[in-house]
């Protein structure tokens, strides 16, 4: 799927959420766009690297993935590569991630991820400015990667773009 057709084909679902919970549509659609790849790894819907926080209930995958952690102790259900990177190391992990049947719940469940998680409450206070909400979001640890922020507002950049 190129660029233009994620926007095309995911701008309705993102606009979707905005109407229903007042998350600017570029909040999702960015988001989706950057952890899926533009839309090349959204592995059962999951266009959000959602994680399941227990593998057992059935609504869950495992799936590869990279973290970037302090320690090179961590535990995941598999550990398949550690490398130092700067003052972090690098992990190369098979991990639990939610699944939904459609892209619809997938998207919903994204908003409702950030409302029902305390440690979000300063990004859902900006939910109406997409740049703020990725800087909050990185701050309170939704990813592992070090200038998480950063890709968000660059592939931002590139949705706009594209609308």
Do not use: C
């Not at 950057?34 to 839309?39: Q, R, T």
Request: glycine share 6%; charged share 25%.
């Amino acid at each position: 799927m190129t660029p233009e057709e994620f926007v095309k084909t995911y701008l309705p679902e993102a606009k979707k959420e905005e109407k229903r919970s007042g998350f600017h549509y570029l909040i999702p659609l960015t988001q989706a766009a950057l952890e899926s790849g533009w839309g090349s790894k959204a592995i059962g819907n999951n266009f959000f690297g959602i994680k399941d926080t227990d593998g057992v209930n059935g609504n869950e995958q495992l799936i590869t993935t990279t973290e970037y952690l302090s320690t090179d102790k961590a535990k995941f259900p598999t550990v398949l590569k550690i490398v130092k990177a700067g003052n972090k190391f690098k992990y190369t992990v098979k991990d639990w991630f939610r699944k939904y049947p459609s892209a619809a719940m997938g998207f919903a469940d994204h908003t409702d991820f950030f409302l029902k998680n305390p440690r979000y409450k300063k990004a859902v206070a900006v939910k109406d400015n997409p740049s703020k909400f990725f800087d909050e979001i990185a701050k309170a640890g939704y990813a592992t990667a070090p200038d998480y922020a950063s890709q968000l507002n660059q592939v931002m950049k590139s949705v706009i773009k594209r609308l």
